[in-house]
């Protein structure tokens, strides 16, 4: 039986549509401001709240306008979420919005952290107008000085080529799949069959 839903929702996914959803790689620029966490949470750089705004353009640029980032949320341990919305500033409203995690590594020595995020996409307007997806990164926010100068003031850099130097400043690149709902509930179909199968396997072994 799960043999045969597999092979049904395969069927289903290669005759469905590609533009049944919308793929595409992105890259982006801006600044993040931290703030202290409410009382009973722990002092920063253990926890902090975030808001950062930036600019993100899909790599090569064929979907209309630019995107406005605007990102909130807490960063614990140094594991976060919170939510986003990419904002079109264009004519052509093609905004996206939904929730964030991340996980941010230790900086270099150049106070440059990694950061890895997860983002779920939950609606939008223009062409993403009643989808939802999800979407990975990796980036680099600036979290510490570099060194300081000779009256002892902390010097920060630019998280990337073509980024603001300062605390705070970031960069970020990677991939969203934005599919039509029903295409979405296929796929998660899809992964439990797949999973369901592997459980059946080890049990019969």
Do not use: K
Request: hydrophobic residues 45%; charged residues 10%.
């Amino acid at each position: 039986m799960t043999r045969f839903l597999l092979i049904a929702l395969t069927a289903a996914l290669i005759a469905s549509p590609a533009a049944a959803g919308i793929v595409f790689n992105y890259e982006q620029t801006g600044s993040t401001v931290p703030s202290d966490c409410p009382p009973g949470f722990p002092a920063p750089p253990l926890c902090n709240i975030i808001d950062a705004t930036g600019i993100a353009n899909d790599v090569p640029n064929v979907i209309p306008g630019e995107w406005s980032v605007t990102l909130h949320g807490q960063v614990l341990f140094f594991a976060g979420t919170g939510t986003f919305s990419f904002d079109d500033v264009s004519t052509a409203n093609n905004d996206f919005f939904g929730t964030w995690t991340n996980v941010l590594f230790p900086p270099n020595v150049s106070g440059i952290a990694h950061t890895t995020f997860e983002w779920t996409v939950t609606g939008g307007t223009g062409i993403f107008a009643g989808l939802s997806g999800f979407g990975t990164s990796m980036g680099d926010v600036v979290v510490a000085p570099a060194g300081f100068d000779s009256d002892g003031v902390p010097i920060f850099v630019a998280a990337c080529p073509g980024a603001q130097p300062g605390l705070g400043s970031y960069c970020d690149r990677g991939l969203f799949v934005i599919p039509e709902p029903g295409t979405l509930m296929l796929l998660l179909a899809a992964a439990f069959a797949a999973a369901i199968g592997r459980r059946g396997r080890a049990l019969s072994g």
